[in-house]
């Protein structure tokens, strides 16, 4: 196993060593790291809300099961001495007329029982709503490991980074520089100087007077490069040092260790919590919902017919005699029913027409813009045309008023032509008839 991965397996003793080999780097990175990520994570605030929502959680357990069972006893109460002896219940109800309160009382109750069935049901939603709360805190927690504290990590690592760059380490590079100023300078003044003025060794006056000053400037030079050197060297070492031990740091082991003790102590107080929610739905759901409310006490009517606001007309169509018996009010309650039906199916249908006619106006409005932009086009693309044309006929007649003005000059050329040729003509005569 090589050196770099006996290091990489065991961070703890590196993280040690780290320490031993440069203790104000590793105290200032575990400092930083401490009071970012502890502020990041929040573990005190995020399990105190946790135990707050677990709080509120089985106060609504005690709570709720207290009104589920006060309802219930209350509807076993009313019905045992309302309902025995009713005649929808005792199974003697065959749609008399004379049995109309018995109708009438039947749907009071059941509308009651409905309405008893509603607040268990937003009771349970309550309840659910309050354990997702819960578990959300669980996944929405911020951790020493999601994304947010690895920037963070990182922006640290940056921080003591940029700290480790003290100033008078980068002031070193100025000292070669200073050296070859020096070496022009003393130079010059051996130069314009009398040497027996000058207080120095004259083997010294020689060296800055014949080549020291090269020299000096070539070790300017060479120092600034070298210090340069060895100064970026240092300081991508000791980042690399920093990065890894950012990553190492026994805050880091310290983090994770709060981290799970915060899960254990969430996954302790949850698996209780799923005990109380599983009886919880298990008492809301089958015992009082099911077997209570719907196997017993709405078993005599219609399903379609056994909600709140049927159950409630039914009684009141019973109570202003617009109905008779329950075959009545169904029969009304069936025909509403309908009138709904088709008045929701016009209105589906009108709001369908309606988008219909939206999409088509749309669509007409759109074609009319289309048809606008194309005539504007249109109009853009003939008026180019027009101004072509006129570029072009003025064009051509440039091109006719150069032809003639060169026909002109061709014109001008020749009689000038002409004109040389009579004019040489005349000496020749004269050259021949006076030699």
């Known amino acids: 196993m090589s050196e770099t991965e006996k290091k990489t397996a065991n961070p703890q003793k590196e993280a040690a060593a780290l320490q031993q080999r440069y203790p104000k780097i590793t105290k200032s990175i575990d400092s930083f790291l401490e009071s970012e990520l502890f502020l990041h994570c929040e573990f005190d605030e995020t399990r105190e809300e946790m135990e707050k929502a677990f709080e509120e959680e089985a106060r609504l357990y005690e709570e709720h099961l207290k009104i589920s069972q006060s309802a219930v006893e209350q509807l076993d109460k009313l019905y045992s001495e309302n309902m025995a002896q009713n005649a929808l219940y005792n199974h003697t109800y065959h749609n008399e007329n004379e049995k109309k309160t ?14 008893v069935k ?9 309840f659910g709503a309050a354990s997702l709360k819960r578990m959300a805190l669980k996944q929405t927690r911020k951790r020493p490991n999601d994304e947010a504290a690895e920037k963070l990590k990182k922006q640290v690592a940056e921080k003591v980074a940029l700290a480790q760059k ?62 340069a050197i060895v100064l970026s060297v240092n300081n991508k070492t000791k980042r690399l040092i920093i990065e890894r031990y950012a990553k190492i740091s026994p805050v880091l082991a310290e983090l994770a260790k ?9 996954d302790e107080k949850a698996a209780k919590a799923k005990e109380r929610s599983d009886t919880y739905f298990d008492i809301i759901d089958k015992n009082v919902m099911s077997k209570l409310i719907n196997g ?61 006619n939206m999409e088509q106006l749309r669509s007409q409005q759109q074609a009319e813009a289309y ?44 009689r000038q032509a002409d004109s040389a040729a009579a004019t040489q003509a005349d000496v020749d005569y004269m050259r021949r008839n006076n030699p």
């Not at 008023?401 to 060169?406: P, Y």
């Open 371 to 414: 048809a606008k932009q194309q005539a504007e086009y249109a109009r853009k693309q003939a008026d180019y045309a027009k101004e072509q044309a006129a570029a072009a006929r003025e064009q051509a007649d440039n091109l006719n008023k150069l032809a003639e003005e060169s026909a002109k000059q061709t014109d001008y050329a020749r």
């Open 166 to 227: 003290s100033l008078w380490k980068q002031l070193l590079i100025l000292i070669p520089v200073l050296f070859a100023i020096f070496c022009l300078v003393m130079r010059g003044y051996v130069r314009n100087t009398d040497w027996a003025n000058i207080a120095l060794p004259l083997p010294l006056i020689r060296f800055f007077y014949s080549g020291g000053t090269i020299i000096g400037i070539l070790v300017g030079i060479v120092g600034v490069i070298a210090i």
């Open 296 to 356: 017993i006490y709405l078993a005599p009517f219609p399903a379609e017919f056994a909600n709140a606001n049927d159950l409630a007309e039914g009684a009141q169509l019973l109570s202003s005699s617009r109905a008779e018996n329950l075959k009545e009010v169904y029969d009304i309650l069936e025909r509403r029913h309908g009138e709904n039906a088709r008045a929701q199916a016009e209105a589906q249908h009108r709001a369908k027409i309606e988008s219909i």
């Open 258 to 266: 709060k981290d799970a003790e915060l899960d254990a102590f969430y």
């Open 102 to 115: 018995d109708a009438q009382t039947a749907l009071i109750f059941a509308k009651g029982c409905v309405d």
């Open 118 to 126: 509603t607040l268990l049901g937003g009771n349970a939603m309550q």
